[in-house]
Structure formats: C-alpha cells, structure tokens
C-alpha cells in the first residue's frame, strides 16, 4: 500500500508514528481511511486455498462500535470474497471467505484472549487458512483451531483493501 517511510505523507488519511517496535516505523489509518489497490497488483496469481494473513494492529478507544472488515479482497464490484471482520461491540474477530462450492462461510472467535485485541494495546493477529481448518494466533500464542472448507478460487481482478471497510 506504500506504507514506507519516504512515502506516507502522500497517503491521505495515513499518518507515521514513531518506532514502536525493533526499530520498524508503525503507520495509523485514521477513523474512516481506507486503502484499495487492486489485487493484481499485490498477488500475481489466485490465492491459494491455503494461506495466511498477518496482521500487526492498535484499536483505539474511540474506534467506532459497528462491525468492519480491517482486510479484505473483493470482486470488481466490489462484492466481499475473503476477509477479516472486527466486531468491537461484541469483541469478535471473524474470517470469512467462499468455499469451494461457492458458499460464504464465516468463522467467529470470541475467546477471551481475543477480546484483548479491542483494549487499545498493539497486537499480531494471524490466521493460517488450510484446506480443512483455520487457526487464530495472538501475540504469536495459538487461541483456537476451527474446521472450515476448502476455499473457492479467489480471484485476483477485483481490489484489496485495508482499513475500516464497512
């Protein structure tokens, strides 16, 4: 998305925070930015049925309540094909994609541990996608392990997009 140091100041709504981590440069999107580039950009080819997706986030209090994807791909219509949803009023963290018959499905996890993700403290979240199951991880600390099917193709024509996508 162009998040490096030489080029945040072009982004609209990005703003670049000090070294928070070893060294690494930490970048705030602010309440209603959104990033969207197209996945071809990012992903020659279709993402594989399995996968994963690594995360390194910060909720601040005053993140609205309403439920919103912080990652997802989506068609060229912009039609939600795989993704992460955050719910802050039920402190939920939900993977959704479609199946290989097409199907969404969705995967909640409301563990205590993932509660702590809506408390304003930075945290790595990582889900490992298999073709028969699907693994969360906090802070590098495995929380659940979930069956889900194998996912469909996901396509790479539509967008990718980061931020609060309602």
Avoid at 26 to 35: C, G, K, N, P
Avoid at 81 to 92: A, E, M, Q, T, V
Wanted: aromatic share 12%; glycine share 4%; with cysteine.
């Amino acid at each position: 998305f162009g998040l490096v140091e030489k080029e945040y100041a072009s982004i609209k709504g990005v703003a670049m925070e000090p070294f928070v981590f070893s060294g690494s440069r930490t970048f705030t999107l602010f309440r209603d930015t959104q990033l969207t580039q197209r996945t071809s950009d990012i992903h020659l080819f279709a993402i594989p049925p399995e996968h994963t997706i690594s995360i390194l986030l910060r909720l601040l209090p005053e993140t609205p309540k309403e439920p919103f994807a912080v990652w997802q791909i989506t068609d060229e219509d912009f039609q939600p094909l795989l993704g992460i949803n955050l719910d802050p009023s039920k402190k939920s963290l939900t993977y959704f994609n479609h199946d290989y018959k097409a199907d969404l499905q969705e995967v909640s996890f409301d563990q205590q541990e993932v509660k702590k993700i809506f408390y304003g403290s930075f945290h790595k979240v990582h889900v490992a996608v298999s073709h028969f199951k699907i693994k969360l991880y906090l802070d590098c600390k495995k929380i659940a392990e979930k069956p889900i099917n194998t996912v469909g193709s996901i396509s790479t024509a539509g967008f990718i997009m980061l931020g609060k996508v309602t």
